[in-house]
């Protein structure tokens, strides 16, 4: 009888025992907390997070089964079950290869660049072959948006002229588009508000009359403001160093902004690039872009 009721206090005090006072939450390091979900070595103890939010929750021990989303834990021995996925050694978190980004769900990756008529499931997979392509919802296609049509792999944009060849199309710098019987500018050029002319298209910061013309290099971002090619609200100006035949070339598009829980690598994906010669209040953690210390997040906004 006295064994029985000292087992049944012994396992009253473990019951009562916390979570934290049961594991070893000493560090020095991030890297000593790593074994914990959403953890951070901080003042010589790991202090781990709600899935949603800040807040302080106990520690408790990685789950280390095999994910099925992007962003996911992973080992050298579980690797990652998504193809065009791979383990990255230091953070232990499934990724998207190069060359390939998350579908919406996360659980499988796509190629980044799809050309016109590929399948896709993303406006951007198609944008990043031609600024003037977007996916077609119901045919998971990439096809020309509206007054543009393909032709040699491009999409062109189309006059209110008609045409049986290219005999009135050249008067305006255009050729005949056979298949459709209309008029359409050369690659490089676009038509002028009233769709009767071509003329250039313009990088950020150019001279402008059109929208269409900073569309056509900055993507569905760009306007024209002032006369001049910018980023309308809500995207950022980006600025990639691409390589082109025997010379490197700065191309400029007007990207989304970066919001909280948008999918990362680094932290530096979870910067704008205007941010960059100060401090950014959002940093890369489980693969998603959460706030840093002292900075919260309000209508999707951080603060």
């Not at 790593?34 to 953890?39: G, N, V």
């Not at 049986?164 to 019987?181: E, Q, R, Y």
Request: proline share 3%; net charge negative.
């Amino acid at each position: 009888m006295q064994l029985t009721l000292l087992i049944f206090f012994c396992c009253s005090l473990l019951n009562a025992a916390s979570a934290d006072d049961l594991l070893e939450l000493g560090c020095i390091t991030d890297d000593q907390c790593k074994q914990f979900e959403r953890s951070r070595c901080q003042d010589g103890h790991c202090f781990c997070t709600a899935t949603v939010g800040d807040k302080r929750v106990p520690c408790k021990p990685m789950d280390r089964k095999l994910s099925n989303i992007i962003g996911g834990p992973c080992t050298q021995e579980h690797a990652c079950s998504q193809e065009h996925a791979e383990c990255d050694a230091k953070t232990q978190l499934c990724y998207c290869a190069a060359d390939y980004i998350p579908s919406e769900d996360r659980r499988r990756c796509l190629s980044q660049k799809v050309p016109l008529a590929g399948r896709c499931e993303l406006s951007s997979q198609c944008q990043s072959t031609d600024k003037s392509a977007v996916c077609h919802t119901s045919q998971h296609s990439c096809l020309c948006k509206a007054h543009f049509e393909a032709h040699g792999g491009r999409c062109l944009a189309t006059l209110d002229l008609s045409c049986s060849n290219d005999t009135i199309c050249n008067k305006v710098g255009a050729i005949c588009l056979s298949n459709v019987n209309k008029c359409a500018c050369t690659e490089g050029l676009v038509h002028n508000h009233n769709m009767t002319n071509c003329m250039p298209s313009a990088v950020y910061g150019a001279s402008c009359t059109t929208t269409t013309q900073c569309q056509m290099t900055l993507g569905v971002g760009g306007v024209c403001s002032n006369n001049s090619c910018s980023c309308r609200a809500k995207y950022y100006p980006r600025t990639m160093n691409n390589q082109g035949q025997n010379q490197e070339m700065n191309t400029t598009s007007c990207e989304p902004f970066v919001t909280y829980g948008a999918y990362c690598h680094q932290d530096k994906d979870c910067q704008q690039e205007q941010e960059q010669k100060q401090p950014s209040n959002m940093m890369c953690k489980w693969s998603e872009c959460v706030c840093q210390e002292n900075h919260h997040v309000v209508d999707n906004e951080r603060l």
